[in-house]
């Protein structure tokens, strides 16, 4: 049975133990500042059957240290100072219109990982179903409080954070309406650093959180693993083509690898099955071809396929 403190909604969906995973294509700013590209990776979410795309939300000024603003950096659009390059993959208010009316037009959910507090009330704006914290802003306790203020669903990564840390952001955030993920912060992350086993880990530690994951590595099996693991939430970013530029492509997922993740995700789920050891229909055949002694079987220890 599960317990109902575990238990989110994401707009009308429901999260948690017993419910199907909640698949994340996390478009980032993989989008690179262009509309038409973003719309695209919303397309190939809504395709792949994802539930719910994710942006990245920040106000540059406060997320950009100072001493980098004047910093040049070579782009696919010249040579600019840092502060402008933020800028420059940055959405306002427009573009978000744009993508609000796209995933409304896709039946897809969207929300986004705001790095400071007025990006918090800017995503409010769109009322937005979930927010997202990031693993990196784990330890601002001014963005979970904003956060927590708006009484959503705050999916809480947990990448390059210790125990300890965990624990005082879910007292921050409150753990009524918290989803965490785990999650490494490397991109891409090795096989040998995902850790899958944190996840039961987190679900011990945290029996009224429901608990996903995160992944930056590249392939598909081992975000598939999570699920078999247990995981009610899974996130994987995504792009139109790997070798498109940006820190995060190489450790995204292709179209084509994100209709087979969401497929695999599926079967997975309906392979668990509930746990109760029973004899099927289709097995009496062979049973009864196969096996040279036949014990007693009621009516009761047979289930017919539907």
Not at 58 to 71: F, L, S, V
Not at 145 to 151: D, E, F, N, S
Not at 273 to 295: A, C, F, I, N, T
Request: net charge negative; hydrophobic share 40%; aromatic share 6%.
């Amino acid at each position: 049975m599960v317990h109902s403190s575990r238990i989110r909604r994401i707009g009308n969906k429901e999260v948690g133990p017993g419910r199907p995973a909640y698949v994340i294509g996390e478009i980032g700013i993989n989008h690179n500042g262009d509309l038409a590209t973003a719309l695209a990776l919303v397309d190939a979410a809504a395709d792949a059957g994802c539930d719910a795309v994710k942006f990245q939300k920040r106000t540059p000024e406060i997320c950009t240290p100072r001493d980098q603003w004047d910093i040049e950096r070579d782009t696919p659009w010249g040579r600019m100072t840092y502060i402008d390059y933020r800028h420059r993959v940055e959405f306002g208010e427009d573009e978000y219109r744009a993508v609000d009316e796209h995933c409304r037009e896709r039946g897809i959910a969207w929300f986004a990982s705001p790095w400071d507090t007025e990006a918090v009330a800017f995503l409010e704006k769109f009322d937005v179903p979930a927010h997202k914290v990031a693993s990196a802003s784990l330890t601002d306790d001014e963005l979970l409080l904003a956060l927590r203020a708006t009484g959503k669903t705050v999916i809480l990564s947990t990448g390059m954070s210790t125990p300890q840390q965990i624990r005082h952001a879910v007292e921050v955030l409150g753990s009524e309406n918290t989803i965490l993920l785990h999650a490494t912060s490397t991109y891409p992350a090795k096989a040998e650093e995902l850790n899958l086993r944190v996840i039961n880990s987190l679900e011990a530690a945290y029996p009224n959180v429901p608990v996903g994951y995160s992944g930056h590595e590249t392939g598909l099996q081992t975000t598939v693993a999570a699920v078999a693991m247990g995981a009610c939430a899974v996130e994987r970013h995504i792009t139109l083509d790997r070798a498109m530029w940006g820190s995060d492509q190489a450790a995204s997922v292709e179209p084509g690898g994100l209709t087979r993740l969401v497929r695999d995700i599926r079967t997975i789920e309906t392979a668990l099955g509930d746990g109760v050891k029973r004899v099927y229909e289709s097995e009496l055949g062979p049973m009864k071809k196969l096996r040279r002694v036949q014990g007693s079987l009621t009516a009761e220890g047979v289930t017919t396929s539907a």
